[in-house]
């Protein structure tokens, strides 16, 4: 591991440290085993409630725990003032901090915000600013997606007003960033049809255009990157693009891309002797579209299928069966 | 003593350093804050002559390990042939160039200084002015660097970022495109050679496990592998060769250039945005203060204004200028500019590098990216009118980095051209520097309509007029006012590309057959080699391993430290990034001042 120091474990050294690991297994059982007759006995107090704190602390993914810190929580609220509710959200930050992918965290977190004692939407816009830069520290923490997902859906409620402008430029600007960042592409695949559903985009034949130079762009910046490639099998295969192009304009596009993709593979073959899996899946793709859109074609589908069985036996079964469909 | 005309040290600026361990205390330097010791030790196990780079890492190193080292230097300051000088220390040192004293290493300095600096009514102070001898950038990833965090040097400096690489081409500064992020978005390069590029990025990081594609061109220029097997146009080779890669010419080969190409890409992002770094308050001359530093605390002593008068390898006594001397058990090490009197045995320093370094009245921000105070301009082979073969590299500071007040920057060119024709192209890149500040930031282009924008709300863009914008036919009226400009020529063994061959360190003891050379006094001194040309630091680490394997026997323990504050983060990105945000923004109406006399005063 980085940045830890390096230790000559020693017959000696090794009892010690069993020794006091033994020390800590014994404590952190006692706690839970307590926990657990508090629970049981239907015990809530500050007391108890400050040993959850010290049992999640240990073990974040303990969800009895957090199950019970709610109950005690939910038993003491008409108490509760707006400093512990803070609290309560700075004390899972800190533990999202060490732990940015326990799931029981991030649940604990928005369960905070639903029963904060400030209910303005104020807290959740905040929220927003709080994840945009944990987002910004680890870009493809998907749990970190998620919950901006849920904290915008929040604030929509809340305002009565659609955010879904600004994520979809908040997304991009995550795929310019970093053409790998998957949550980036799989947000823009959400948002977009929904917003061509709530007419929230002006001009949807230029936005699919553009789309169609942005995806290009990117398989020729980085032809290896599946989350592109990815997107691209779904944007192609998407209703959108036919409702804003209409079918003409649509295939040129297609065969566009088509073009390009070859392109790239065929660079790929001179440069390294060896064809792009990437390249001849989504080809075949593209062939599917173009038959549904009852285009006039050579196929090539076979022959990119036998090239992929041979370059790629871990999923051999998959080529066979699209090799022998219907 | 030393002189009052100085600039403050590493801990008088930083003298209320909450100590967050014992380490990170800066402790005071013999001769500048403490007084010098009035003895000289009867015996010790390593004389070190010089307190350049070299030899103040190889002092901390040898201290740290255990053996007893007396540092000596004869100059009144620390950092011999990296020092980082004022500009009366500046005029001092040309002075000692031209008398000789510094034969084989130095030569042909040329200086000129304003009379708006000193001259006690001056608009500036001669210590308002850090000025390095061998100006370097650091990599963030590079052997230097893990050893100023493995020895706690970093914590008496600070650090900035460096992320703006101009590459100079068709009377244009192109700024370099490098990350993914730009090349993705940039709008202007055409598909094919996006992938090209990302194609041999995505090589260099690990090109010596693809023999495949690099072998057939291990003899050839790195250009013909770029051209033939990736398909890079001119522009892409030039930036990677040059301005990433840092090669001084076309006939760089493939082995090295991917190397040098390497280092830039895998500094990046290591502590953020951007591959180099440089040290604040001077570069070399306040690394070596701190090395110094560090040998201090591990034991070594220190005396400022003292030279090595001769070195018996039989007696094995080492003589000082003061009369006193010197038990050395194991080895003398000198660097050559500070070789004592009738020596003998100093390595032929058969390279030349030419340097010129300038103090300009002007910001130069627009160089900068935004919140930094550096840059570095390449200048590749035929780019200028002087029709050059060789790079000229530009490594630009403003106020920021504190070597200079506000207003001004220095400018360090420098060429491993050799010969007369080495100051006609520093001379052709200058020019083409100064011309392109003017264009950009002159003031009379606001009253020019044809060049001037308005931006929504009716403020005028200069961002029209930034970098990478040419205007070629427009003839400014106004002309940049030079504070300084020093030429000189310095010389060193290490020849461009290379670092210090280990059997360099042999030839003084098996000159002659190992016979001694009679009235030689350096006879058994193990001389370092001078600085070379390179602008980063990569040679400095080698060189000091290979001498310190030289005199304890190996390095397996070289620099094997082990100090308490194991958990403290190595120099963590907020800290930096807060010393970055402490950067005032500079004034950019420099121009508007009373101009000072062109050329002030001349000392040759």
């Keep these: 591991m980085h940045g830890v120091k390096r230790k000559q474990w020693t017959q000696e050294l090794l009892k010690q440290k069993k020794e006091q690991d033994r020390k800590r297994i014994t404590q952190y059982r006692g706690l839970v085993d307590k926990l657990l007759d508090s629970r049981d006995s239907k015990t809530y107090n500050m007391e108890v409630f400050k040993e959850t704190t010290q049992l999640l602390r240990i073990n974040p993914e303990y969800n009895a725990g957090w199950n019970y810190r709610r109950d005690i929580i939910e038993h003491l609220s008409p108490e509760l003032k707006h400093e512990f509710w803070e609290d309560e959200l700075a004390f899972s930050m800190a533990l999202l901090k060490d732990y940015p992918k326990v799931y029981w965290i991030w649940n604990h977190r928005k369960w905070t915000l639903e029963n904060h004692i400030d209910k303005s939407v104020k807290i959740w816009l905040r929220e927003l600013a709080i994840v945009s830069k944990l987002l910004q520290m680890d870009p493809r923490n998907f749990h970190g997606w998620h919950y901006r997902r849920i904290l915008v859906a929040e604030i929509e409620g809340r305002t009565g007003q659609s955010r879904d402008g600004e994520e979809l430029q908040y997304a991009i600007d995550n795929t310019n960033k970093n053409i790998s960042n998957y949550s980036a592409w799989h947000q823009k695949a959400t948002l977009i049809p929904k917003m061509f559903e709530k007419d929230e985009i002006k001009d949807k034949k230029k936005f699919i255009q553009d789309e169609f130079t942005y995806i290009t762009n990117a398989i020729y910046t980085d032809a290896e990157d599946q989350s592109v490639w990815f997107y691209i099998e779904w944007f192609v295969k998407n209703h959108i693009v036919i409702d804003a192009l209409g079918r003409d304009e649509l295939i040129q596009k297609l065969q566009e891309l088509q073009e390009n993709i070859l392109a790239i593979n065929e660079d790929d073959l001179q440069f390294s002797g060896k064809q792009n899996n990437w390249c001849l899946k989504v080809l075949i793709v593209l062939e599917d579209v173009q038959r549904n859109l009852k285009v006039q074609f050579t196929p090539h589908s076979h022959e990119y299928l036998a090239q992929l069985i041979e370059a790629d036996p871990m999923r051999k079964n998959r080529y066979l069966h699209l090799l022998h469909r219907k | ?604």
Excluded at chain 2, 91 to 96: D, E, L, P, T
Excluded at chain 2, 134 to 147: E, Q
Excluded at chain 2, 258 to 282: A, C, E, M, N, T
């Design chain 2, 1 to 604: 003593m030393y002189t009052t005309e100085r600039r403050p040290s590493m801990a008088e600026r930083r003298p209320t350093i909450v100590a967050m361990s014992a380490q990170s205390v800066v402790p005071h330097l013999a001769g500048i804050e403490d007084p010098l010791p009035d003895t000289t030790p009867e015996k010790v196990d390593v004389l070190i002559v010089g307190t350049g780079m070299v030899e103040s890492v190889l002092a901390a190193a040898l201290s740290w390990q255990g053996s007893s080292v007396l540092h000596i230097d004869r100059n009144d300051h620390y950092g011999d042939s990296s020092a980082t000088l004022t500009v009366d220390q500046i005029k001092k040192w040309v002075n000692s160039v031209n008398q000789g004293l510094f034969s084989g290493c130095y030569d042909n300095a040329k200086l000129y200084v304003s009379t708006s600096i000193g001259n006690h009514n001056g608009k500036y102070a001669s210590r308002d002015f850090g000025i390095d001898l061998a100006p370097k950038v650091l990599f963030a990833k590079s052997d230097l660097l893990s050893i100023l965090v493995r020895s706690r040097v970093h914590q008496y400096l600070e650090f900035q970022s460096l992320s703006n690489f101009h590459t100079f081409e068709n009377d244009n500064f192109e700024k370099l495109t490098n990350t993914k992020q730009e090349i993705f978005t940039d709008q202007k390069l055409p598909l094919m050679t996006k992938r090209n590029l990302m194609k041999f990025i995505k090589f260099v990081l690990n090109w010596e496990e693809q023999p495949e594609v690099w072998k057939p061109y291990a003899d050839t220029p790195l250009c013909d592998l770029l051209v033939e097997k990736f398909r890079l146009e001119k522009a892409q080779v030039f930036e990677l060769m040059f301005s990433i890669g840092l090669c001084y010419n076309m006939q760089t080969k493939t082995p090295e250039a991917l190397q040098r190409i390497r280092r830039y890409l895998s500094s990046f992002d290591v502590y953020g945005p951007f591959s180099v770094l440089y040290s604040k308050y001077g570069g070399p001359g306040e690394l070596s203060q701190g090395f110094c530093r560090s040998a201090a605390v591990g034991g070594a002593t220190y005396k400022l204004n003292e030279t090595l008068t001769s070195y018996d390898p039989n007696t094995k006594m080492a003589l000082f200028g003061d009369g006193s001397q010197v038990y050395v058990t194991e080895k003398v090490v000198a660097s050559p500019s500070q070789a004592p009197k009738d020596s003998r045995n100093i390595p032929n320093q058969k390279y030349e590098v030419h340097r010129l370094t300038c103090v300009v009245e002007k910001s130069c921000e627009q160089w900068f990216s935004e919140g930094e105070s550096a840059a570095v301009i390449v200048f590749p082979p035929g780019s200028l009118k002087s029709g050059n073969v060789e790079v000229v590299q530009a490594f630009i500071l403003g106020s920021g980095s504190e070597i200079c007040p506000g207003g001004t920057s220095v400018w360090y060119l420098s060429t491993m051209q050799q010969g007369s024709r080495a100051e006609m192209d520093l001379d052709a890149a200058l020019e083409a520097m100064e011309a392109s500040l003017i264009r950009e930031s002159s003031t009379d282009l606001e009253h020019d309509d044809s060049l001037v924008q308005f931006g929504p709300n009716g403020e005028t863009l200069i961002n029209s007029v930034r970098l990478g914008q040419s205007f070629k036919q427009y003839v400014p009226r106004e002309r940049i006012q030079f504070l300084l400009k020093l030429y000189y020529t310095q010389y060193t063994s290490t020849p461009p590309f290379n670092v210090v061959d280990p059997s360099f360190f042999d030839i003084n003891n098996i000159d002659g057959n190992g016979k001694l050379i009679p009235g030689a006094s350096d006879n058994g001194v193990l001389y370092t080699a001078m600085p070379s040309g390179e602008i980063s630091y990569d040679e400095v680490v080698t060189a000091v391993r290979v001498l310190y394997e030289k005199i304890v026997g190996s390095d397996d323990d070289f620099f094997d430290l082990d100090f308490e504050d194991e958990d403290e983060a190595p120099m963590n990105k907020a800290d930096y990034e807060n010393a970055i945000e402490d950067d005032e923004d500079v004034d950019m109406n420099v121009g508007r001042h009373e101009s000072a006399e062109f050329v002030g005063e001349m000392e040759i």
